[in-house]
């Protein structure tokens, strides 16, 4: 497919996300469509810093659309510019389908920092409960400044989410191999304690 007809189809389907009167089951429909005429890149982007259509979903809180495109095998979840895909969450439904990615690496910072820091400077106590219980959640990076995802929770006075930290500092130990057994152990320290 030429590049031309590509980012024709990017901006078409970038608009259509963009738009509510829009339903997710039709944009997947017409995904599929340009990706068995055309074999559309779902990571294509109009240029390097610009977002991908995951991206773009994410931002847009297109749940259906975003675990259909989360099927695709080699996504895409950093544009060029290092803004993460995390990073555009804005509910924490859609934040659970991005966690349930393996090869998504949720410490990779954007920007300066990393998710976990920014949730807790924002307060958003849903979104910080979900990361603690993923066992690859690190809450020990500092960033450029030395602070640590405590240290924004406390700056911030979000006593909830200091709490929650403190209350799963012992987590890393729990890192066990079943994973499921570790957010249950997890999940359980916070909903108890908090």
């Not at 429909?29 to 890149?41: A, D, L, T």
């Not at 439904?93 to 393996?102: D, E, F, G, Q, W």
């Not at 990779?108 to 690859?136: H, T, W």
Request: hydrophobic share 40%.
């Amino acid at each position: 497919m030429g590049n031309k007809n590509t980012k024709k189809i990017y901006l078409k389907l970038r608009d259509k996300i963009q738009d509510v009167t829009f339903l997710d089951s039709e944009i997947i429909q017409e995904i599929e469509s340009v990706k068995k005429k055309y074999k559309f890149n779902i990571n294509y982007t109009y240029y390097d810093g610009n977002w991908t259509l995951l991206m773009c979903a994410v931002y847009h809180n297109r749940k259906e659309l975003v675990e259909y495109i989360l099927t695709f095998p080699n996504i895409i979840f950093k544009n060029k510019y290092g803004t993460q895909v995390l990073f555009l969450v804005q509910c924490v439904s859609v934040l659970i389908l991005l966690l349930s990615r393996k090869d998504i690496d949720i410490n990779i910072p954007s920007g300066f920092d990393v998710f976990i820091n920014y949730a807790c400077y924002l307060g958003r106590k849903e979104y910080v409960r979900e990361l603690l219980v993923d066992a690859r959640v690190n809450t020990s990076i500092r960033d450029k400044r030395g602070r640590t995802a405590r240290d924004f929770a406390i700056r911030k006075g979000h006593h909830e989410i200091t709490n929650m930290l403190k209350r799963t500092g012992c987590t890393p130990l729990l890192r066990i191999p079943n994973e499921a057994l570790c957010r249950d152990i997890t999940r359980m320290i916070i909903e108890e304690y908090v």
